[in-house]
C-alpha cells in the first residue's frame, strides 16, 4: 500500500482563488512528520511547510497551510490568493523518525499534484 | 552560495560508464541522503548516511554505491549505467534523527544515459 497518496494528477485555478491539494497518508507510528514541497519547472524542491503528528494546531507559512486531520490521516495543502508564480509540482512528503541502526530514514513522497493557475 | 551544492548539474553519458554524482553541504548537518525522481513520480530514496561512518541503503539501491567522504560531502556513483537510470537525481541534508527536520534539497543533477 502507498504511504503517501496524492490523488489529484493534475489542477488548473483561476488566478486568486484558493486551492487545497490532497494528500493522504499510512503510518503505525505515532511521531511523525509532513512536509510539503514545490518543485517549478527549473526542478529544484522547495521546502514550504511542515506538520508534526503532535501539533495540535494547523501550521501555517505565508500563504500556505495545511489542513491536518489526524483520525482521517489526511494533511491537506492550502495556498489562498493564487499567484501565476505557484504553477508548479507539489508533493506531499512524510518522514517517520529513524535511528542509527534501527529503521529506514528519508521521506517518502507522494506522485505530485501539478498546479497550473490560470490569469 | 547554495546551503546544498551538486555538481554536475547535468550530464549525458553511454551506457556502461561509471559515473559520480558529488554533492557538499555548508549547513552543518549530520545526515545526507541521495534520491531519484523520474518523470511524473515523486521522488525515491537511494542511498543514506547518518554520519561519516554509518551509510545505508535506500529503497532502490540497486546499482549504485556511495561514499561519506567527509562530513560535508556524500557522493553516487553508478558503476556501470543504464539507460532506466536516466532521471534527476537529488542530494538532501537534515539536521537531526527527529520526523520534524524537514530536508534541503540541492538543485539536481540531470543525467541521461544512451
Known amino acids: 500500500a502507498q504511504k503517501i497518496t496524492q490523488t489529484q494528477p493534475g489542477m488548473f485555478v483561476q488566478e486568486k482563488e484558493a486551492v487545497t491539494l490532497d494528500c493522504t497518508y499510512d503510518?503505525?507510528?505515532?511521531?511523525?512528520?509532513l512536509f510539503w514541497y514545490k518543485q517549478p519547472s527549473s526542478g529544484e524542491m522547495i521546502f514550504l511547510i511542515y506538520?508534526?503528528?503532535?501539533?495540535?494546531q494547523n501550521a501555517t507559512e505565508g500563504r500556505y497551510s495545511l489542513n491536518f486531520q489526524k483520525a482521517r490521516k489526511s494533511a491537506n495543502l492550502v495556498i489562498s490568493a493564487s499567484q501565476l508564480g505557484d504553477s508548479a509540482m507539489y508533493f506531499c512528503?512524510?518522514?517517520?523518525?529513524?535511528?542509527?541502526?534501527?529503521?529506514?530514514?528519508?521521506?517518502?513522497f507522494g506522485k505530485g499534484t501539478h498546479l497550473i493557475i490560470q490569469p | 552560495d547554495a546551503d546544498v551544492t551538486q555538481t554536475p548539474r547535468n550530464r549525458i553519458t553511454k551506457t556502461g560508464k561509471r559515473i559520480m554524482l558529488e554533492c557538499s553541504q555548508t549547513?552543518?548537518?549530520?545526515?545526507m541522503y541521495w534520491y531519484r525522481q523520474d518523470p511524473g513520480l515523486g521522488l525515491q530514496l537511494i542511498y543514506y548516511?547518518?554520519?561519516?561512518?554509518?551509510?545505508n541503503k535506500g529503497e532502490i539501491s540497486d546499482g549504485y554505491s556511495v561514499s561519506r567522504q567527509a562530513q560535508a560531502k556524500f557522493s553516487l556513483s553508478l558503476e556501470s549505467a543504464i539507460p532506466n537510470q536516466t532521471a534527476l537525481y537529488f542530494c538532501?541534508?537534515?539536521?537531526?534523527?527527529?520526523?520534524?527536520?524537514?530536508?534541503?534539497f540541492g538543485d539536481g543533477t540531470r543525467l541521461s544515459i544512451l
Open positions: 538532501a541534508t537534515s539536521d537531526g534523527q527527529g520526523a520534524d527536520q524537514p530536508q534541503h
Open positions: 503510518t503505525s507510528d505515532q511521531s511523525y512528520g
Open positions: 506538520q508534526g503528528s503532535y501539533d495540535e
Open positions: 512528503a512524510m518522514r517517520e523518525p529513524a535511528y542509527s541502526g534501527g529503521g529506514a530514514d528519508g521521506l517518502t
Open positions: 549547513k552543518g548537518h549530520d545526515r
Open positions: 548516511s547518518f554520519d561519516v561512518k554509518d551509510i
